[in-house]
């Protein structure tokens, strides 16, 4: 998982492990001075024809306090990732 904070506004973006999602950072994919968090799915092995999904969960919090995001998390990664 990770997260993002912009005028006291967090945007936080949760995966389950088993999708293999990677995380991806440019520091002007954004704009001027502007970092882009992005992710990268892989399927190894993958096969042509064949249907693929990956599971996640967004949320956008009143806050830019790191303790009251990863509190409002953990719940939330529990459950995907049992």
């Not at 998982?1 to 950072?25: E, L, T």
Request: hydrophobic fraction near 40%.
């Amino acid at each position: 998982w990770y997260y993002g904070i912009s005028h006291q506004q967090a945007f936080v973006q949760m995966f389950r492990k088993k999708d293999n999602i990677w995380f991806a950072q440019s520091p002007t994919g954004g704009g001027n001075s502007n970092p882009a968090w992005d992710f990268q799915w892989f399927v190894p092995d993958y096969q042509a024809g064949k249907a693929y999904g990956f599971v996640m969960r967004a949320a956008l919090l009143p806050t830019s306090k790191r303790e009251e995001i990863i509190k409002f998390t953990k719940k939330h990664l529990q459950q995907l990732n049992p």
